[in-house]
C-alpha cells in the first residue's frame, strides 16, 4: 500500500493509466445514503454556487455529479462547483444530483434557482489555487464588484466557517489549514489525498459568490536542505519504469532512524527503499523521491544507500516489509526528528520536528492511541482497531508494472480509518500518541484500515549477532499534534450505521417474543427491544437495556443464531418488550457508542485462544482477508475476533459467536501493498531532449 506513482509523457503521448487501488461493492451491501445540500438558494446566471454531497453507509464516499437538466440548466464539476448558465433557463429551478460511485443505484438531490444578472454583482475569490501547509493559514480577499456592500459570507467545502476536516476560515478570509491532507476514496479501493474549496457568497446577493481550490501540502512531500528530517518523501532512485517513450516513477515515506552496531539506518519498507525485492544492496536512497522530484534522480539528494531488506516472496517467518540503508554521514538528521512529531509547536502553532522515544519500541494494544507523519498526508492520528492478525496482502513488482502477488503476514496491526494514511504513506513510523514510542511500521491498507508490522518482528529481523537494533530517538513525549484544536480529523471513529432489513427486524422480533419472559429475567434488563447489531451492521440483534455499573448475570451473546447487544443507562423510561421504534426512540438517550473499546488483559487472553484455533480456517475461506483480535461493540468490554472481509467477494456466513467469542465483520476493499493497475493518471509532458531538466510537476494519484 501507500507507494506513490508519477509519469512522465512526451508532447506527443497521450496520457498513460496506471495504477492505483481496486475493491468492489459489498456481499450484502451496507444501507448507503446521499444528502445533497448548498449555502446557497439561488445563483446568478453565469455564477457559481458550491454543491456538497454527504454520504454515508459505505467509507467510499465518492460522488458523480450530473446537472439533471443538462447543458442548458448549467454544469457542475467533479467536486461539486455548480456553474449557472449565461441565459436563465426555464423554468429557473435546477436540480443537480450525487450518485454514490460505491452503489450507483443510491443518490440524491439539490436545487437552486437561477437569476437574472441585472444586479452584475460578482465576486472574485483571490489568490487563485494556493497551496497552503498542514497547520498553515492563507488570507483569502473576496472583490465584489456591482454593488456598494462588498461584504461576503466564507465557507469551506459547503460549511460556513470551515470544519475540523479542511480546516476554518474567518469572517475576514483568514483561512487556518488543518494538521492532516484531507482524502478521499479514489474509486478503486484505495485512498488518496484530495483538494478542498473555499467560497465568499455576497451578502448583498446570496446567487453571487466565487470559489478557489485549496491545495494542502505536507513539509514532508518537499524536498528537505540536509541533514534531512525524516517522515518525509523518500524512495529508492531507481525505482521507476519504462514504456515506449512513458517514465512511471515512484516513491513512498522514509520512516525513521535506527541504529546498529553505533551505524545508523534509514528504516522504510522493502516495496519503497528495495523495490518489491528487484533492488540489489547499495542502491542509493534519495530524499525526495522520484515521484516528488519530476521523476529525476539530479533533483534529489541521496542520503542513504541500501544494506538489507526483507524479502517479500521468500523471507522467512514471520513475514514483514521492511528494508534499511545506511545513511550518508550529515545528510540525515543524527537525531532521528520526524515531522510534525514533537510535543511543542513553533511561533506559528505548527508541531516542530522531533525523534520518537528512542529505544525498541513498543507492542501496540487495542484501543491505543497511535500517530503517524508520513510523505502524503502528513501527520494523522487515530486508534489501534485491532492486533494479532493474520491478513493477506496484495504486491505488485516493479513501478506501475510487473506481475502480482500475495504475501500472508501474522501478528499485525490495524489502525482505524482509511484516511489515517493515503498512497504515498508507505514506510511511516506508527507510534503511541502519549509517549512517540515506536509501535508499527505501516506499509498496507485499504479505504477502511491502515496495517502496520509490529516493531518487535521488524528490529529483530535486521539484529545481527550481538548488535541489536533500536530506534534512535530521545525521550518519552506526547504529540502535540494530536492534541491541537485544528488537530488531524483524518480518521473517523465512529461506528457505521445499521443496515439492518426490515425482513432481519422482524425474525429478530420474532425470537425476542420466544424468550422475552427469560430474558427480561437478569435483574440489570430493564428492557429488551430490537435493532441492529454494530458488530455486523448487516445483522438485527436483540437490545438489552442494562442498569449501568450493576453486574451482568451472563446475558446470552447470541439467541437463536441473532446477535444480541447490551446498552447501558441509568433510568430508563420503557420497560419489558420494545418494538424497533420504541427500541430506536430509547438508543437516543445515551451516548453513541465507540468504534473501539480497550479490553482486560483477560478478554484478551480469552480471545487469542479462540484465534489460534481458528484462524487457520477462517483464512481459508472465500472473502476472508485477515482474522484479528478486537473489541466487541455490541457488548463494550468484550473482545471480539474480527474478521476482515474483502467487499463484495461472496462469503460463508459468519457465526455471531465462535467458541463463546463475539466476532465482529469488517469490510473493505483489497489489502494492497506498493503494486498497481489500470487507473488514469496525471502527469506533466515534456520533450525527449528535456527528460532530465523537467517542467515542474503536477503530482498524479499516489497507489497503495
Not at 11 to 29: H, Y
Not at 119 to 131: A, Y
Request: charged content about 10%; some cysteine.
Amino acid at each position: 500500500m501507500r507507494r506513490f506513482y508519477f509519469l512522465l509523457f512526451e508532447l506527443a503521448v497521450l496520457p498513460l493509466v496506471v495504477s492505483c487501488g481496486s475493491g468492489t461493492a459489498g456481499t450484502v451491501s451496507p444501507v448507503i445514503s446521499v444528502r445533497v445540500s448548498t449555502s446557497a438558494t439561488s445563483v446568478a446566471a453565469g455564477q457559481q454556487a458550491q454543491f456538497t454531497a454527504t454520504v454515508t453507509g459505505t467509507t467510499n464516499t465518492s460522488v458523480t455529479w450530473l446537472v439533471v437538466g443538462g447543458a442548458a440548466d448549467g454544469t457542475i464539476s467533479a467536486s461539486g462547483l455548480y456553474t449557472a448558465p449565461a441565459v436563465v433557463p426555464n423554468p429557473a429551478l435546477v436540480t443537480v444530483t450525487a450518485t454514490s460511485q460505491a452503489d450507483p443505484t443510491k443518490s440524491g438531490s439539490g436545487s437552486i434557482t437561477v437569476t437574472g444578472t441585472s444586479s452584475n454583482i460578482t465576486v472574485v475569490v483571490s489568490p487563485s489555487s494556493p497551496t497552503v501547509p498542514n497547520f498553515g493559514r492563507q488570507q483569502f480577499n473576496a472583490a465584489v464588484s456591482g454593488t456598494s456592500n462588498t461584504a461576503v459570507n466564507w465557507s469551506v467545502n459547503g460549511t460556513p466557517g470551515g470544519s475540523l476536516q479542511f480546516g476554518f476560515i474567518s469572517s475576514s478570509g483568514l483561512y487556518f489549514g488543518p494538521g492532516g491532507v484531507p482524502t478521499k476514496s479514489n474509486g478503486s479501493g484505495g485512498v488518496s489525498t484530495t483538494t478542498l474549496t473555499v467560497t465568499a457568497v455576497s451578502q448583498a446577493s446570496a446567487s453571487a459568490s466565487g470559489s478557489t481550490t485549496v491545495t494542502l501540502m505536507p513539509a514532508n512531500r518537499s524536498a528537505q536542505p540536509v541533514p534531512v528530517n525524516l517522515g518525509t518523501s523518500g524512495g529508492n532512485a531507481n525505482d521507476s519504469s519504462t514504456s515506449g517513450n512513458t517514465i512511471t516513477c515512484c516513491g513512498g515515506t522514509l520512516g525513521s532512524l535506527v541504529v546498529r552496531g553505533g551505524t545508523q539506518y534509514i528504516l522504510s519498507n522493502t516495496h519503497i527503499l528495495a523495490r518489491s525485492d528487484l533492488a540489489t544492496i547499495g542502491e542509493p536512497i534519495i530524499q525526495p523521491g522520484l515521484v516528488d522530484a519530476n521523476c529525476s534522480k539530479t533533483q534529489a539528494t541521496t542520503v542513504a544507500n541500501l544494506s538489507q531488506f526483507y524479502n517479500l516472496e521468500t523471507g522467512p517467518a514471520p513475514k514483514i516489509d521492511a528494508a534499511i540503508a545506511q545513511v550518508v554521514s550529515g545528510d540525515v538528521s543524527t537525531t532521528g526528528a520526524i515531522e510534525y512529531l514533537g510535543a511543542t509547536t513553533d511561533a506559528n502553532g505548527v508541531p516542530i520536528p522531533s525523534a520518537p522515544n528512542g529505544g525498541p519500541g513498543v507492542a501496540a494494544t487495542i484501543n491505543m492511541a497511535v500517530a503517524k507523519s508520513g510523505r502524503s498526508t502528513g501527520l494523522t492520528c487515530s486508534t489501534v482497531f485491532s492486533t494479532s492478525i493474520t491478513t493477506s496482502v496484495q504486491y505488485q513488482k516493479g513501478c506501475g508494472t510487473g506481475t502480482t502477488f500475495p504475501v500472508t503476514y501474522t501478528n499485525q496491526v490495524a489502525v482505524a480509518g482509511g484516511s489515517f494514511s493515503a498512497e504515498g504513506d508507505s514506510g511511516s513510523l506508527i507510534v503511541a500518541q502519549s509517549t512517540a514510542d515506536p509501535v508499527a511500521l505501516l506499509y498496507a491498507g485499504s479505504d477502511a484500515d491502515t496495517v502496520g508490522n509490529p516493531v518487535s518482528a521488524v528490529l529483530n529481523f535486521f539484529k545481527s549477532g550481538a548488535n541489536s537494533v533500536t530506534f534512535v530517538g530521545g525521550a518519552a513525549h506526547p504529540v502535540i499534534g494530536c492534541t491541537l484544536p485544528l488537530k488531524p480529523a483524518s480518521a473517523t471513529l465512529t461506528v457505521q450505521a445499521s443496515a439492518t432489513s426490515p425482513e432481519g427486524l422482524q425474525n429478530a422480533i420474532g425470537v425476542r417474543d420466544a424468550y422475552a419472559p427469560e430474558l427480561l429475567a437478569h435483574p440489570e434488563v430493564q428492557a429488551v427491544g430490537v435493532g441492529g447489531s454494530y458488530d455486523n451492521p448487516n445483522e438485527p440483534a436483540i437490545l438489552f437495556f442494562v442498569t449501568r455499573g450493576q453486574p451482568r448475570t451472563n446475558i446470552p451473546q447470541q439467541v437463536e443464531g441473532i446477535r444480541t447487544r447490551i446498552i447501558e443507562g441509568d433510568l430508563f423510561p420503557s420497560r419489558g418488550a420494545l418494538t424497533a421504534a420504541e427500541s430506536a426512540t430509547l438508543e437516543k438517550s445515551v451516548p453513541a457508542p465507540y468504534m473501539v473499546y480497550a479490553i482486560s488483559d483477560s478478554e484478551f487472553s480469552r480471545a487469542k485462544i479462540v484465534h489460534t484455533a481458528r484462524v487457520e480456517e477462517l483464512m481459508k475461506q472465500s472473502g476472508v482477508q485477515g482474522v484479528g483480535i478486537g473489541s466487541s461493540v455490541d457488548a463494550p468490554g468484550e473482545a471480539a475476533l474480527v474478521i476482515f472481509l474483502i467487499r463484495g467477494a461472496p462469503h460463508d456466513p459468519i457465526p455471531p459467536v465462535v467458541d463463546g467469542l463475539r466476532t465482529r465483520i469488517r469490510e473493505s476493499s483489497r489489502f494492497r501493498a506498493g503494486f498497481g493497475d489500470t487507473h488514469p493518471q496525471r502527469g506533466c509532458s515534456l520533450s525527449a531532449a528535456r527528460k532530465t531538466q523537467p517542467k515542474p510537476a503536477r503530482a498524479s494519484l499516489p497507489k497503495p
